[in-house]
């Protein structure tokens, strides 16, 4: 899934409410979120990609999408952005509908990925994990001290799971000379907000540390409608779900958190 509901206020005036950066073509000749889908689309492992975005911009996304002959699994529409965790959720339940064992990657569509073949075989290594049930995050490797981001401090290597190891703890963005002393400690990874799971288990959490956002994804989903090429989720349902990122919700909190670094 992409995560693609951002409202253009960090790049103004360039990016704007009704045209952020998601969809220019700011670092690439095609837009971020064509590029965000090209990193993948090559592979066979990858299905059809669901995409979320917010209601203005829905017929941006259906567009883009045909002019590059991409046929979605499904365009979801939030009335309301309740951030990423309930986002991921929505894409759990509609996508579990028809395969209880969907395994979800979580992209967000406005980065900047130099070396996407390192972020493929990223995913290669996590995939195992989530076969024994981790939720899975990437962890950027740091060339600078940077305060603008948080970061991941990676715990023990996983067993028999080459290149992932268990999170040992997340760290706010940091003040500079921390970002230094992660920087020489050498353990930490910049937390790329990328995530890889099986849906059941990421729903399985999230009932655990928010069930007020399953409950309000359950009834959005449920009382959705399709929409022309959209699936448009209810407003009132959604609308109850408190607004929590998914590290916020379930990465800080589950035992069964781990990273991939990957310097990409």
């Not at 309740?82 to 959720?89: I, V």
């Not at 995913?123 to 970061?151: C, N, Q, W």
């Not at 715990?155 to 028999?160: R, V």
Request: net charge positive; glycine share 8%; charged share 25%.
């Amino acid at each position: 899934m992409v995560l693609a509901g951002g409202t253009g206020t960090r790049l103004w005036p360039v990016s704007r409410t009704l045209s952020p950066k998601q969809f220019m073509p700011l670092a690439a000749s095609k837009s971020m979120l064509l590029e965000t889908l090209g990193r993948v689309s090559a592979s066979p492992r990858f299905h059809a990609p669901l995409i979320v975005c917010n209601d203005a911009h829905r017929f941006i996304v259906a567009e883009q999408m045909r002019e590059q002959d991409i046929r979605p699994e499904a365009i979801v529409v939030e009335p309301v952005g309740r951030n990423t965790a309930a986002a991921a959720a929505a894409a759990a339940l509609i996508l579990g509908q028809n395969d209880p064992d969907a395994v979800l990657l979580v992209l967000p569509a406005d980065h900047v990925i130099r070396y996407p073949g390192k972020l493929r075989k990223a995913i290669e290594a996590g995939i195992g994990a989530v076969g024994s049930g981790k939720l899975v995050t990437f962890g950027v490797t740091p060339e600078r001290p940077e305060t603008g981001y948080g970061y991941i401090r990676r715990g023990p290597a996983l067993k028999a799971r080459r290149g992932c190891f268990a999170v040992e703890r997340f760290v706010e963005k940091p003040e500079a000379q921390a970002a230094k002393r992660f920087l020489e400690d050498g353990g930490y990874d910049l937390n790329s907000g990328i995530f890889l799971f099986g849906a059941a288990r990421y729903l399985e959490e999230l009932e655990r540390f928010e069930p007020e956002i399953l409950t309000a994804c359950r009834k959005a989903v449920k009382h959705g409608r399709k929409d022309l090429d959209f699936f448009r989720l209810d407003h009132d349902a959604l609308a109850c779900a408190p607004a929590l990122s998914i590290d916020y919700a379930v990465m800080e909190h589950t035992r069964a958190a781990a990273v991939v670094p990957v310097a990409m």
